[in-house]
């Protein structure tokens, strides 16, 4: 039987589509690797750089890239960070003329949060902060059994709800939404309802 092929970056050792070349030069294509997701589905690499015609999806994508070049240096030992990815964040939301920024995070993170707030407020933004137990709701409400719970089948326990903090953040129309420790799975229900721009990189 033939080995079904999909994209698999993640084993590449081509990288034909980040070549060591010079600018006036043309990538070796030729080597793509069978599973290359370029050779896979070739047709969306044009559709996909078509989207940045938007002039707004465009200049996002410019300023994300100047973000990206002032992150990054080479050095010796190859490319490394010069800041850390709060520092970007901030530097970023100011490029992108943010002000009202959203916090969306775990309540393990809590201290986290406050000094991330405190952080984002000095360097002059406002900050809404949402907590994933925010709404109180018991964790019977979407069917789990008493055992099933951290803190004891007795006690009460909140369920995280991520569909609340992303509403709450949609409704106080934040500029960009900062998520911070969501657990996996409350991320993605997060990502799902969120309807302003979403960053996951301050950690
Ligand atoms: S896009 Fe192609 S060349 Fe680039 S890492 Fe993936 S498989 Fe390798």
Redesign the pocket.
């Known amino acids: 039987m033939a080995k079904e092929l999909y994209?698999?970056?993640a084993r590449?050792t081509?990288?034909?589509?980040?070549p060591a070349i010079r600018a006036d030069e043309t990538p070796p294509f030729d080597e793509?690797?069978p599973?290359?997701?370029?050779?896979l589905h070739a047709e969306l690499i044009e559709k996909t750089v078509m989207e940045y015609d938007k002039p707004e999806v465009e200049e996002f994508a410019r300023l994300a890239s100047v973000q990206e070049f002032e992150c990054y240096e080479w050095a010796e030992e190859g490319l490394r960070t010069k800041i850390p990815r709060i520092e970007e964040t901030i530097q970023f939301a100011d490029k992108c003329g943010y002000y009202r920024l959203g916090i969306a995070f775990c309540t393990g993170l809590r201290n986290e949060a406050r000094m991330l707030t405190d952080i984002l407020e000095n360097k002059g933004f406002q900050v809404v902060s949402v907590c994933c137990k925010a709404g109180a709701t018991a964790k019977e409400r979407i069917g789990i059994k008493p055992e099933q719970k951290i803190r004891g089948s007795v006690n009460w326990e909140s369920m995280c709800n991520p569909v609340f903090q992303a509403e709450i953040l949609n409704a106080e129309t934040v500029d960009l939404a900062i998520m911070l420790g969501l657990c996996v799975g409350h991320d993605t229900l997060f990502i799902k309802y969120c309807h302003v721009p979403i960053t996951g990189s301050v950690t």
Not at 14 to 18: F, G, R, Y
Not at 35 to 39: D, I, S
């Open positions: 994209p698999a970056c590449c081509k990288m034909v589509c980040h793509m690797p599973f290359c997701p370029m050779r």
